[in-house]
Antibody, heavy 122, light 108 residues
Framework: QVQLQESGPGLVKPSKTLSLTCSVS????????WSWIRQSPGNGLEWIGF???????NVNPSLQSRVTISIDTSGNQFSLNLISATAADTAIYYC????????????????WGQGTLVTVSS | DIQMTQSPSSLSASVGDRITITCRAS??????LNWYQQKPGKAPKLLIS???RLQRGVPSRFSGSGSGTDFTLTISSLQPEDFATYFC??????????FGQGTKLDVK
């Protein structure tokens, strides 16, 4: 059973960088895409972006200028950096695995971390 | 962006009731539609993929249907553990995944 665990500061000052890491256990990061998704009362669930084991990324255009996603295959983990954080970035941040079926093209988020609350405040 | 609109946004029901939640996409998405259940303080849990494919371990009282722009999630006989918030999510546009705003199902 694949398990994901987010880690990182729960409090970030405005204009600073929000950095989170997702550790994957029970499976390898190889062969799948790994996503960041956040949830706030005002914006519901918002997909941030994903990365594959080769380092290819795709980021939500609304966040593209501020977000970097990276992967550490030897450490079996991936990370999120969001620069110039504001109060609007306050949310619960989830990491999740995106499963993709090559035969059907169907894809979905099948394993999720428990989520970590990040508050942007001085 | 593909906008996903769920209705109702909240629903009160009783154990044993049959309920239906709808999700409408702003453009056709074939059957690239997934449903998730979220309980307070927990991450979303995948219930149904590809509009109607029940995930392993999900009770058969849950079902999904639809294609194109209109989709439904039905719970045939509500159980106490089903009171939660439900989200739809389109996976047609892999450049920008989007979710519905959620439907909160609570006890009448």
């Amino acid at each position: 059973q694949v398990q994901l665990q987010e880690s990182g500061p729960g409090l970030v000052k405005p204009s600073k960088t929000l950095s989170l890491t997702c550790s994957v256990s029970g499976g390898s990061v190889g062969g799948h895409y790994w996503s960041w998704i956040r949830q706030s009362p005002g914006n519901g669930l918002e997909w941030i972006g994903f990365i594959d084991y080769t380092g290819n990324t795709n980021v939500n255009p609304s966040l593209q200028s501020r977000v970097t996603i990276s992967i550490d295959t030897s450490g079996n983990q991936f990370s999120l950096n969001l620069i110039s954080a504001t109060a609007a970035d306050t949310a619960i941040y989830y990491c999740a695995r995106r499963f993709y079926s090559e035969s059907s093209g169907q894809n979905y988020f099948d394993f999720w971390g428990q989520g970590t609350l990040v508050t942007v405040s001085s | 962006d593909i906008q996903m609109t769920q209705s109702p946004s909240s629903l009160s029901a009783s154990v044993g009731d049959r309920i239906t939640i709808t999700c409408r996409a702003s453009q056709t998405i074939s059957t690239y539609l997934n449903w998730y259940q979220q309980k307070p303080g927990k991450a979303p849990k995948l219930l149904i993929s590809a509009a109607s494919r029940l995930q392993r371990g999900v009770p058969s009282r849950f079902s999904g249907s639809g294609s194109g722009t209109d989709f439904t999630l039905t719970i045939s006989s509500l159980q106490p553990e089903d009171f939660a918030t439900y989200f739809c999510q389109q996976s047609y546009s892999t450049l920008l995944y989007t979710f519905g705003q959620g439907t909160k199902l609570d006890v009448k």
